[in-house]
Structures are given as structure tokens and as C-alpha cells.
């Protein structure tokens, strides 16, 4: 297995790969936070990417965020461009996790999950593009569990929060857990909120693509998971929710693809029993359903042709009413921004059996946090990468392509989540 420790040829615990960019910077800081923290703090990391001016102005920016003038000469910078294999695979050799913030990673991030594997580092991703994340297991699931090198995709706001959300629902509830609903609000304070135009363009090429991905799925040639208790009913394509008092869809993310493989993986790898899963995003009320018909209405008709994807790269703010930006949020408007998902489960009670009858109790539980996509995200990517770190003998035996709740489901992540402001409690 590859090692947790690092030595003289493989200097440093983390490399965080896309320093440079918008979430990068953040991953970053981030970093720069945690390991001056208790045990985190003799860590050793670097910052990697393709501009040493761009790195240098990053480590800059911490070192005055932060008050941490040492950052400026402590964390050393390591010039890699997805397009040169060599420059990857020193980069590779050198780190112990590479958190790779590199995206869109249907473009950039194979070449990546390779050179990862084949140089024995684990792999750290937020990608929420689940023909990606598929793609890497079918693709390198084999190599990497040879090498003993673990690939774990999807460990920012998607798809942390729902998938551990899920086996913290499992875990809180007394008996069988069937089924599980999901639904997410974000609130937002008086600066209001935006997400940075590279979620947009990962959102628009997965769009386009998403046929490849049903054609991708038959290729893994899976039996359908059994269903235990009543089927799980899908909701429409837009309701008003009883749960969260508002209007709602189906979430586009990757939440329901990250889970459906977690569970998956426990009932083949550890006999549990499968629970279901929908998840659904809060909209508000009428005049969001205005705007979102219409906006959606333009997404699914520009995203079918080249020049209709170049218009919705070019004008992020005007085909998204302002909720993608090439500036992204500022730092005041992620302050005051932050996120629930209310999980609503049902299943058997402890004396009724699964196979008899309908389900029969009931749990809410809420994952809480702080701003999705630059806060949260760090919090969960960072966490995730010092659990790999310091609790190696509760991650599956072998190497391989995981989702977060398939890699740490036996690990401390959801307590770690919890003291660093991503909150798992039960209603
Ligand atoms: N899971 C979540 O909830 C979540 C949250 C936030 C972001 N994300 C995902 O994270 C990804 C990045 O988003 P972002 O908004 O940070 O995008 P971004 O600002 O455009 O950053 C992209 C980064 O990739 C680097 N890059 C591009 N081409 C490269 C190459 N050939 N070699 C090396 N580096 C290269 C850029 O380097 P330069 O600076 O040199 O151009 C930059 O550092 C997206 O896929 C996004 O969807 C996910």
C-alpha cells in the first residue's frame, strides 16, 4: 500500500494541485489553517500548478489572509501542467495526497487520477461530475487498488454532506433504514451570493455530454440494488415540499450518482442493507419558479450546440439571473452565505422485520454548514485529505476509485466535519 508517511523522495503530505485558481485559493488557506492546528501541525505540504507568478501571488494572499508571514517561505511551490505528463508525474512522486483542484475535470482531471496512480499518491478531488467520477472507477479502479493508491473523487460540498448525510441518517436510526429524501436551502445574507463561473462550465460541458454518461453506466454491467421496504417514489420535476415549506427539484448535482455507488459498495463489500436515495433542492417561492423555468428553459436549448455553450460560457451571469459569475463571490458575500440539507428517512423499526410488511419509523437529521462552494468545500476536502492522513487502518484494505462514504465510513470524518462547522445532527 502506498504510504501515509512521507520520506526523503516523497517530501510532502499534501499537494494542493490548481492552487491558482478560485476554489484552490481557498483549499489553500484552507491548509494553511488546519495544519497549524494540534497534530496537523508538522505537515508539510506544497502548492502546485501551472503559473509560478499566479502560486506565488496565492501564498502571498494567505500569508496576509491569514496573518502567517511564514507562509511565504514554509510552503514551496511545484510547477505542473496537466497537459506535460512529466511535470505530473514529479509532481506525483513527490506528494503523499495530491488535492486536486483542477477543473473542469472531464477536461482536466484524467490525466491527473493517472499520473496519481502511477506514481503511488492518493488522489483528492471536488469534482461533482459524476461522467468523471464514473469514468475513474471504471477506468482505474484495478490499477489503483494494485498500487494500493486510494482515488477519491467528490469530497467537496459535492458530494461530502449527502453521502456521509446518508450514513449518518443510517447510523442515528434505530433498526433498518430504507429510504432516504434530501433537501438542500442555501440562505444568503444582505450582500446576497454567487457561485464562480468554473462550477458553471463543468455544469454546462456535463450538460451537453450526459448521454455518454447512461452509455458509460451499461459498461459496469450492474445488477439493479435490491430494494428493501417500499420503493422509494421520485418526485416531479418541480413541487412544493411539505419538509422544507417551499418549492423544489430534483438536485442536478452528483449527489444521488456519489451515493447510489457508496451504497452499492457497503452492501457488496459489507452485506448492509441498501438504502434509497433522492435528493432535491429548495427553489423558494413563485417568482424564483418564474426565473428558474425561464433560465432553465435557455440552459437546455443553448447547451445542445457549440455556439450556445459558448454564449452561456461567455455570459455566466446573464443565463444564470446572476447565480454563476466570472468573479465569484466576494469574501463578505461568503460570510453571510451558508447551507442545510434536511435528510428525511423511513424504515423498520428494531423489532419488525424488513421483509415483513411496510416501513414503520421514521428519522430527520440536518447537515449544516457554512457557505457551499469556497468554505464548505475546503473544509470537507481538507478534512477528508488528514483523515486519509492520520487514519489509515480504518480505510478499506485495498487501494481502488472510492466515493467518500465508501472510503471513510468506518473513519472519525463526520466528527472532524463536525468540529470544524460542517454540523450532523439529528431533528
Ligand atoms: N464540489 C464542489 O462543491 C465544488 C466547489 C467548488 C469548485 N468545484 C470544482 O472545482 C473545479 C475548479 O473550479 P474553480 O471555480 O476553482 O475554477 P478555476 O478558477 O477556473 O480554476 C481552475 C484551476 O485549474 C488550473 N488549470 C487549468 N488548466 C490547467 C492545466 N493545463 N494545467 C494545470 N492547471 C490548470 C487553473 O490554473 P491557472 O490559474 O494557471 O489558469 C486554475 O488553478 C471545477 O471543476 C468546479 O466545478 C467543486
Redesign the pocket.
Known amino acids: 500500500m502506498a504510504s501515509v508517511e512521507t520520506s526523503p523522495s516523497r517530501p510532502y503530505h499534501l499537494v494542493v ?8 485559493q481557498f483549499v489553500v488557506e484552507e491548509v494553511a489553517r488546519t495544519v497549524s492546528e494540534g497534530p496537523g501541525g508538522s505537515l508539510k505540504w506544497a502548492i502546485a ?3 509560478r507568478q ?1 502560486l506565488d501571488t496565492v501564498l502571498e494572499q494567505a500569508a496576509t489572509v491569514l496573518s502567517k508571514p511564514e507562509l511565504r517561505t514554509e510552503v514551496d511551490v511545484i510547477i ?5 505528463p512529466d511535470s505530473l508525474a514529479a509532481m506525483c512522486k513527490q506528494a503523499v495526497i495530491v488535492l486536486n ?5 472531464r ?2 482531471g484524467e490525466p491527473v487520477v493517472k499520473a496519481c496512480v502511477e506514481n503511488g499518491a492518493h488522489h483528492i ?5 459524476p461522467q468523471f467520477l464514473e469514468g475513474m472507477q471504471l477506468n482505474y479502479n484495478s490499477q489503483a487498488a494494485e498500487k494500493g493508491v486510494y482515488v477519491v473523487g ?6 461530502i454532506p449527502a453521502d456521509m448525510g446518508v450514513l449518518y441518517t443510517r447510523e442515528q436510526f434505530k433498526g433498518t433504514l430504507t429510504a432516504v429524501e434530501s433537501f438542500l436551502t442555501v440562505g444568503s445574507g444582505p450582500e446576497g451570493g454567487c ?5 458553471w ?3 454546462i460541458y456535463g450538460f451537453s455530454d450526459s448521454q455518454k454518461l447512461r452509455s458509460l453506466r451499461r459498461k459496469f454491467n450492474h445488477a439493479p440494488l435490491a430494494t428493501v421496504g417500499s420503493k422509494l417514489r421520485r418526485r416531479g420535476a418541480m413541487f412544493f415540499s411539505n419538509e422544507i415549506q417551499q418549492y423544489a427539484v430534483p438536485f442536478m ?2 449527489d444521488p450518482s456519489v451515493v447510489k455507488r457508496t451504497q452499492r459498495f457497503l452492501v457488496e463489500e459489507h452485506e448492509e442493507s441498501p438504502v434509497q436515495y433522492g435528493a432535491y433542492a429548495g427553489i423558494g417561492g413563485l417568482g424564483n419558479i418564474i426565473k428558474l423555468m425561464f433560465a432553465g428553459m435557455m440552459f437546455w436549448f443553448f447547451v445542445k450546440f457549440s455556439f450556445g455553450r459558448n454564449l452561456l460560457i461567455k455570459y455566466p451571469e446573464f443565463f444564470s439571473f446572476g447565480l454563476f459569475s466570472k468573479a ?1 463571490p466576494t469574501r463578505k458575500q461568503m460570510e453571510g452565505s451558508s447551507f442545510q440539507i434536511s435528510f428525511h428517512g423511513e424504515g423498520y423499526a428494531e423489532e419488525q422485520d424488513p421483509a415483513q410488511g411496510r416501513p414503520n419509523a421514521k428519522i430527520r437529521t440536518l447537515v449544516q454548514g457554512p457557505e ?3 468554505v ?2 475546503p473544509i470537507a476536502m481538507v478534512q477528508a485529505a488528514l483523515t486519509m492522513l492520520t487514519e489509515s487502518a480504518s480505510l478499506p484494505k485495498k487501494g481502488g476509485v472510492y466515493t467518500p462514504g465508501a472510503v471513510f465510513s468506518k473513519t472519525t470524518l463526520i466528527n472532524r466535519l463536525n468540529k470544524h462547522g460542517i454540523q450532523f445532527s439529528v431533528v
Open positions: 494541485f490548481g492552487a491558482s485558481g478560485f476554489t484552490g500548478g501551472r503559473s499566479k505542473a501542467d496537466v497537459g506535460e483542484c483542477v477543473g473542469p475535470y477536461f482536466f478531488d471536488i469534482s461533482g461530475e467528490s469530497c467537496g460540498f459535492d458530494s457561485i464562480h463561473d468554473g462550477t462550465q463543468s455544469a448535482g452528483s465569484g457551499c462552494g469556497y464548505a468545500t
